[in-house]
């Protein structure tokens, strides 16, 4: 078991009434993708800055590579390096000059070459800041946090409003920095995202977590079956009541325009036995899709609304 | 002192590629010196050139200072600043790189508006240039400084152009750099003689055109001292970086 690189216990941040964040524990292993997750407002932004020590916690501890952000900022300044609006500072100055000025500063930052190919900025690279698009920007600044080069990442939302091949670019560079041993922790709204990316994940509603662990387990906890459909072909009632009896079937059910849904404790074992079922009684079943519960499913599961609401 | 030089070339390479500041700082002081050169030239002799060129220089070093604060202002409203405290970037340093970009800026204003005076208008300098330097410096750091100090008591960009042009409006045309303060009501003039702006003009005019002025060159000099010492001062007591 590795020490936690970040660890936060029962942070608090309120503003006067509203609870941004409102009683968060935390723990980070390095070298990991951490994920936190929520819909818009739900604290997500507010935690990252608190962490980070841009804004003042009202309580609690957090531990950053054993560093208060607070107190240690010095300490922090060449480990820990955060997704921020720097462009804003030197907006006539090109990309690449701009990334090489922010370079220089950290003791053994990645070549702006290689971090311009990262997020695919490499044609943009003597473009002055300014004139990038709202998309460009947010890469731009993203290239900002991984030419640093330290040992945390901070990203929030760092895919919001990209075009999907920009998102997968996106999903690369945090993969490729995975891969080089650093820690990443990422705030996202996007379900896909963190189930693809994140080794472990919160999901923050209102200021709290309301889940936790990684995406694959928390699935499994809370849908423990997998979602089977397929067009009925032409089973009578008594058949398709033999059909819910099936190996691993724990439930099923008749959607309108004939659509069978089994749910199913083990998918393969329930189709195997289920397109024998079929032959035997003289029938075929081409189209049976699987469904698998995603984060998004859960959220719904979790708080009654959908994540994007 | 690395990271300070990386951050100033940054800082001038930014001022350099903006063109309606540069517009501003060059532009604009040029356009006034052919105003006032023609209006007066030929018969029209009630204002020599000589009284202009000086009250010029001391307008444009003046707008210099003020409005460079006001980029400064922009970076922490738009918590830029604030975002950079995390990173080694220092911001120190970085307003640092934007005072001496400013206060370099003025020397270069300065040999401009000088050589046009020269090379069209024939203009005689009264004193060596040495000393000119010596007032320009001493001018432009005192109304920079004014600048930083506006900058302390606003909170948005819009309050901080606001108040800049509140300062600089009345000083334009009550210090006397375009007609002489003798020329306004007689009420005014109390308040007029103590007009920062003032201090800088009549000691340029007198080290420039060698013409005399209300209070002596030394006091002039040592009001201004004064003044950029009075606005530090504050500056550094109210001073916030978000």
């Known amino acids: ?309 | 002192m690395k990271s300070f030089i990386v951050l100033f070339t940054a800082t001038a390479k930014e001022f350099i590629r903006d063109r309606s500041g540069l517009f501003w700082t060059f532009a604009l002081p040029i356009a006034f010196i052919f105003m006032f050169g023609l209006i007066f030239s030929g018969d029209n002799q009630d204002i020599p050139f000589e009284y202009i060129l000086p009250g010029i220089l001391a307008m444009a070093l003046m707008q210099l200072g003020l409005f460079g604060a006001m980029q400064f202002l922009a970076l922490r409203e738009r918590n830029v600043l604030r975002g950079l405290s995390i990173t080694p970037v220092s911001r120190a340093a970085l307003l640092g790189s934007e005072v001496l970009v400013r206060l370099l800026t003025a020397f270069v204003q300065a040999a401009v508006i000088l050589s046009i005076g020269i090379a069209v208008f024939g203009v005689e300098f009264a004193n060596p240039l040495h000393e000119i330097a010596i007032l320009v410096l001493v001018g432009a750091a005192a109304f920079v400084s004014l600048g930083y100090m506006l900058i302390c008591f606003v909170s948005t960009i819009d309050g901080g152009s606001g108040l800049a042009q509140v300062v600089q409006l009345p000083m334009m045309f009550m210090s006397g750099i375009f007609f002489p303060v003798e020329l306004m009501p007689e009420f005014v003039q109390p308040v007029v003689r103590f007009i920062p702006l003032k201090f800088l003009a009549d000691a340029l005019r007198e080290v420039m055109s060698g013409m005399g002025a209300d209070f002596p060159l030394a006091v002039n000099v040592g009001l201004l001292t004064l003044f950029l010492g009075c606005t530090l001062l504050v500056t550094l007591k109210f001073w916030r970086w978000e």
């Open chain 1, 1 to 309: 078991m590795q020490t936690p690189c970040i660890e936060v216990k029962n942070l608090y941040k309120h503003y006067g009434d509203i609870k941004a964040v409102d009683g968060i524990d935390l723990s980070v292993q390095s070298g990991t993708v951490f994920g936190v997750l929520g819909p818009n407002g739900a604290g997500k932004t507010t935690t990252l800055e608190t962490l980070l020590g841009l804004k003042q916690r009202d309580g609690g501890m957090v531990r950053i590579l054993g560093f208060d952000p607070e107190k240690d900022q010095a300490a922090l300044r060449h480990k820990v390096s955060a997704q921020l609006q720097a462009p804003a500072v030197f907006g006539r100055l090109t990309v690449k000059e701009l990334l090489r000025l922010f370079a220089s500063f950290y003791h053994d930052p990645l070549p702006s070459e290689e971090v311009l190919q990262m997020v695919g900025l490499q044609e943009k690279q003597k473009a002055p800041c300014d004139s990038l698009s709202g998309g460009q920007k947010h890469r731009l600044a993203v290239a900002l946090a991984v030419a640093a080069n330290g040992d945390v990442v901070f990203l929030d939302e760092p895919t919001t409003g990209l075009d999907p091949q920009s998102r997968r670019q996106l999903w690369d560079v945090i993969a490729t920095l995975r891969h080089r041993g650093r820690t990443v922790v990422l705030t996202t709204h996007y379900m896909d995202e963190a189930e693809q990316l994140c080794d472990q994940l919160v999901i923050i509603d209102a200021g709290r977590i309301i889940a936790r662990g990684r995406p694959r387990n928390l699935l499994d906890e809370h849908f423990p079956h997998d979602v089977l459909e397929f067009d009925n072909p032409g089973f009578g009632d008594a058949t398709l009541a033999r059909v819910g009896e099936l190996p691993a079937v724990a439930d099923w059910s008749r959607e309108t325009g004939g659509r069978v849904v089994l749910h199913s404790r083990q998918a393969s074992a329930t189709i195997e036995a289920l397109q024998r079922f079929a032959s035997e009684e003289g029938r075929r079943i081409s189209d049976i899709t699987m469904r698998r519960a995603s984060l998004e499913d859960l959220f719904l599961k979790l708080t009654g609304r959908m994540i994007r609401q």
